[in-house]
């Protein structure tokens, strides 16, 4: 276990792709004090902003409020990091493997065009969760990751597959122009979900605003979720699926792509 | 070597290598998958005259399945692995795709062969089908009447062997088909074997061709028939006593599950009526998998 | 027309001539019988893919067969008697021949057209086989294992079968379907002269002949009938219906498959049906027109 401590905040944005279990696991412990952060524009080092403890691990531990640290997991393939705290953008950006957990709050663009691994905020997220970078086709196309707090803009942007499940509220245009996978969101969204969607489904457990371009189609309790209830039943997140509790409403769209995307919105027995 | 009274031959069984896969259906309730499967299963005892055989596995609880529903396992086993990937497709399509409530998952998921299934029935839904795509597998989502049949896109197909057996020499047509029913109950319960034939139980054994025809595949095993003891033409192999004969087959994973049954299936049924069990094969010179019936019991 | 508040449309079910054979199995006991029966009918949903349908017609008492043990009748419909000769030397080969203790007989003895599948089968026997002549029909002995299997040389062909005759049931969810479709299924059981070929009875993937978007498929999803793609194509389905189920009933005449439409869908009528309806392909395709509100006249 290599644990850092943040002991100077910096005053503009640091950034610290190093700090991934890729590329700490074999180096000792004078060696990643050495590595190289950024601030702005000017090349520092690890143990200028944080104490280290540790060395030759794939398990990361960072302490303090690194809410202006960015890229922390950048392409990870394997390992763990746990964040005691609140954390910066594009964590986890492009990983393919391995787990990250955070105790606080996230910034925007967490899992960015991951493909692969796990995520999990225990606080709220920022917005372009699992999105694609602009001038980018497709967003995560694998892996999961789970906030248990609330989450903003554009989430899961054109995302092509994987699954992002949110507890709580979540802002506009979730789901924007995505091309297949699954966002499961508890507590709903504000508008235009779904807005410009060609395939992939979006569940929302309490009733949401709705574009005029997505047409109900039935009443239902779809088998495949019973899958997906499993999977996330896993990571501690629950969603309803049997027929005496209630049934999902299945709306397709989005009619003016023309998409083959749906969205469900669970409405429980009366 | 006596069991319980009754002699056990010194011979082996003869079995073959074949390629097989498990599907595991699940559905609303129990007996709707129990439905689906015998449906899939029915006319399916031999692989020459019906391309492929099958049976019922096992029963699966709620939460032995992928999507949490009562389900039934199913092996099918075929010659290779293309023409187990046909037969699934007509089969799965025909009962399974057919039956309310039904959805249908891959039961070898860590077979290394894979062979697509519900991506040849995904068409089924004339391009209104979908797919999700959940760890590291494919599932189709094909529209119907219904809602939607869920299948699973590829299905793992592995080595197996086909053909295991024991036969069961007794008294009477009463004490024989009693002690197979025994046999069959026990055997029944356990994994990675099917018993192909009708109620698990072959009451027409076979030999390969025939003496009297020219080009039949497989005749009638004369050797084993009571009622031809003595004729011309006849070399029995049925010593006094005999008057009615049952033959059980089973298809197995591995040898061990195939050890297992028989050896469970042979001592149930060394019961009162019954004078011997002995074992069918072809001199040792087609198959290669040989369960020496002795060696069961060492 | 309404039955109980459920809706059935001024419609008819389109089915074609088939051609079908009873078959009688026997056994020491039903467990048997129905084991021989079972894998007998088993994979014949649909005579395209499985080139037969088959299911069992009902149980016979030992007063009702003609060794006077108990049994099962099956009925086995293919589009022509040949085709149904063949399927019949290979499904009583595969599945009677080998189950223990059964007998085989015909059940449409008074049929002049007859297909010889147990003479094609007494070879199985490598001419250690007989056979005995009673009442004017020939049966064959052939040696087996376990004693002999009995078997009639020749069946009667019905060349006036009907396959095909339907009707579907419009439930606010699946339960209320299946729950409508299970009371169909009990109510036509025993009903002679018909079978339900599909799984329990019940088709749940309806289907349209070929496909808009693939060229060369038979048949696929009959889309406007299915409840998820309401709004994507031009959709049969009234408000509220959010699962649809089938029953397909071949028989050995029309009027089997009337008593039996008319049987299920009165069973079907119940709380969460919305409606009664059925499919045919514009009526010139098959001989045969089921019309529900003629069936159904004296019952609503």
């Known amino acids: 276990m290599i644990t850092l401590t943040l002991n100077e905040q910096p005053n503009v944005p640091l950034e610290a792709e190093v700090l991934s279990p890729d590329v700490l696991a ?23 902003f944080f104490s280290v403890e540790g060395a030759r691990s794939d398990e990361l531990e960072i302490r303090g409020d690194v809410g202006k640290v960015k890229w922390i997991g950048r392409g990870m393939t394997r390992g763990r990091i746990t964040i005691v705290g609140s954390v910066g953008m594009h964590l986890g950006a492009h990983m393919t493997g391995g787990t990250i957990d955070v105790s606080g709050n996230a910034a925007d663009w967490v899992g960015a065009e991951m493909s692969g691994g796990v995520i999990r905020i225990r606080g709220n997220a920022g917005g372009q969760v699992g999105a694609a970078y602009r001038g980018s086709l497709s967003g995560m196309t694998d892996g ?18 994987g699954i992002i499940a949110i507890g709580g509220l979540v802002r506009d245009f979730a789901g924007l122009e995505m091309k297949g996978g699954t ?37 239902y309790n779809p088998t495949f979720l019973r899958l997906y209830a499993r999977h996330l039943a896993t990571l501690g997140f629950t969603i309803p699926y049997e027929d005496q509790d209630g049934a999902y409403r299945r709306y397709s769209g989005d009619a003016c792509v023309p998409g083959k995307g749906e969205i469900l919105v669970w409405t429980g027995a009366a | 070597m006596d069991r319980r009274g009754v002699r056990i031959v010194d011979t082996f069984a003869e079995a073959f290598g074949m390629r097989a896969a498990r599907v595991v259906i699940t559905a609303r309730s129990a007996a709707w998958a129990r439905t689906a499967a015998q449906s899939m299963t029915g006319f399916a005892t031999s692989v020459i005259g019906c391309k492929v055989e099958a049976g019922i596995e096992a029963e699966l609880l709620p939460n032995e399945t992928p999507d949490g529903r009562p ?7 075929g010659f290779d692995a293309d023409g187990l990937r046909g037969r699934l497709v007509d089969r799965v399509g025909q009962t399974v795709l057919t039956c309310p409530t039904t959805a249908c998952f891959d039961g070898l998921p860590q077979a290394a062969d894979r062979v697509v299934v519900g991506g040849a029935l995904r068409h089924f839904g004339d391009r209104f089908q979908s797919s999700k ?19 699973q896109e590829a299905f793992g197909v592995q080595k197996a062997i086909g053909g295991g057996n024991f036969l069961i020499l007794a008294a009477d047509q009463d004490a024989a088909l009693a002690a197979a029913e025994a046999a069959v109950d026990v055997m029944r319960k356990v994994r990675g074997v099917i018993l192909p034939f009708p109620g698990g139980i072959v009451r027409a054994g076979s030999k390969v061709g025939a003496k009297r025809y020219k080009k039949m595949i497989a005749s009638t095993n004369d050797a084993y028939c009571p009622t031809l003891r003595g004729r011309t033409g006849v070399t029995s192999e049925l010593p006094e006593g005999v008057n009615s004969v049952l033959e059980i087959v089973v298809d197995g994973l591995d040898r061990p599950a195939i050890e297992s049954a028989l050896r469970a299936g042979i001592d149930a049924a060394c019961r009162p009526g019954v004078v011997q069990i002995s074992a069918g094969n072809y001199g040792g010179k087609l198959g290669k998998h040989h369960f020496p019936l002795h060696a069961l019991f060492a | 027309m309404n039955i109980r508040g459920v809706f059935i449309e001024d419609t008819f079910a389109e089915a074609f001539g088939m051609a079908a054979a009873r078959i009688v199995i026997t056994a020491v006991n039903q467990r048997w019988a129905h084991a021989a029966a079972v894998a007998l009918t088993g994979f014949a949903t649909s005579v395209i893919a499985c080139k037969c349908e088959a299911a069992i017609e009902r149980e016979l008492g030992p007063d009702e067969t003609p060794d006077a043990r108990p049994g099962v009748a099956v009925l086995v419909f293919a589009m022509d008697a040949a085709g149904l000769g063949k399927r019949l030397v290979e499904r009583i080969g595969q599945a009677v021949l080998t189950c223990p203790t059964t007998s085989c007989f015909d059940g449409l003895p008074d049929l002049p057209d007859r297909v010889s599948a147990g003479r094609t089968l007494r070879v199985f026997g490598d001419k250690f086989q007989s056979s005995k002549v009673v009442g004017g029909h020939r049966f064959w002995r052939v040696p087996v294992m376990d004693g002999e299997f009995l078997l ?18 419009l439930a606010d969810d699946q339960a209320g379907a299946l729950g409508a479709a299970e009371a169909a299924v009990a109510a036509i059981g025993g009903i002679p002269g018909v079978i339900l070929p599909f799984p329990g009875g019940v088709a749940r993937s309806g289907s349209k002949v070929g496909a808009r978007a693939y060229t060369s498929l038979v048949a696929s999803t009959n889309d406007a009938y299915c409840p998820t793609l309401r709004l994507s194509t031009d959709s049969a389905l009234a408000e509220g219906v959010n699962a649809v189920l089938e029953i397909v009933i071949d028989g050995l005449d029309a009027e089997a498959i009337r008593k039996a439409m008319r049987a299920g869908i009165e069973a079907a009528c119940r709380p969460g049906v919305r409606a009664i309806t059925a499919c045919n392909y514009g009526g010139n395709l098959g001989t045969f027109h089921f019309h529900l509100r003629q069936i159904m006249e004296d019952v609503s």
Do not use: C, H
């Not at chain 1, 989450?151 to 995302?159: D, T």
């Not at chain 3, 009639?152 to 049931?169: A, M």
């Open chain 2, 133 to 151: 795509f959940l760890d590291g597998q494919r599932y189709w989502r094909i529209p119907v009447m219904e809602g939607e049949f869920l299948v």
């Open chain 1, 183 to 219: 966002i499961v969101m508890r507590s709903g969204a504000e508008l235009r979900t779904g807005a410009w969607m060609v395939r992939g489904t979006i569940i929302s457990l309490t009733p949401i605003q709705l574009l005029p371009t997505f047409s109900y189609a039935s009443t």
């Open chain 1, 144 to 161: 999961t990751i789970l906030i248990d707090g609330t989450a903003g803009l554009e989430v899961g942007m054109r995302m092509k597959r």
């Open chain 2, 71 to 77: 389900g039934v396992s199913v092996l099918l086993f």
């Open chain 3, 152 to 169: 009639q040389e020749s069946f009667g062909v019905q060349t006036k079968g009907v396959g095909g005759g339907n009707f579907l049931i």
């Open chain 1, 26 to 48: 074999a180096l000792a412990n004078d060696e990643i004090r050495a590595l190289p952060v950024y601030l702005g524009n000017r090349q520092r080092r690890v143990d200028d």
